[in-house]
């Protein structure tokens, strides 16, 4: 059974940091791009960083770049997401995710991940 835990997430004061991290287990992710997206009170879910299976290869969305960034362990089989400078409007649900076929293209688009973990809350005060 394939699993994904994410941890890390808390109430932090606007302008701070967390660091996320999501183990995987059932599954070697070392031939898979790997992702985080949030999901906000009301809103829908999207997409905040990919990372290839190397790690040569990262994309994020607009709203995160230069304050987020993601990492991985293959070894492992460790996904991390630093986030530094938080605002308020970071607060969501964040979720981690694995590409569903193995050495395929990297995208950000929700529909190729297939595996999903079960969230971990970020909070952030104004």
């Known amino acids: 059974q394939v699993q994904l835990v994410e941890s890390g997430g808390g109430l932090v004061q606007a302008g701070g940091s967390l660091r996320l991290s999501c183990v995987a287990s059932?599954?070697?992710?070392?031939?898979?791009?790997m992702g985080w997206f949030r999901q906000a009170p009301g809103k829908e879910r999207e997409s905040v960083a990919v990372i290839s299976w190397s790690g040569r290869t990262t994309y994020y969305a607009d709203s995160v770049k230069g304050r987020f960034t993601i990492s991985r362990d293959n070894a492992k089989n460790t996904v991390y997401l630093q986030m530094s400078s938080l605002k308020p409007e970071d607060t969501a649900v964040y979720y981690c995710?694995?590409?569903?076929?193995?050495?395929?293209?990297?995208?950000?688009?929700?529909?190729?991940?297939?595996?999903w973990g079960q969230g971990t809350q970020v909070t952030v005060s104004s």
């Open positions: 995710a694995g590409q569903r076929t193995a050495l395929s293209i990297l995208t950000m688009a929700q529909h190729d991940f297939g595996f």
């Open positions: 059932g599954r070697s992710f070392g031939r898979s791009g």
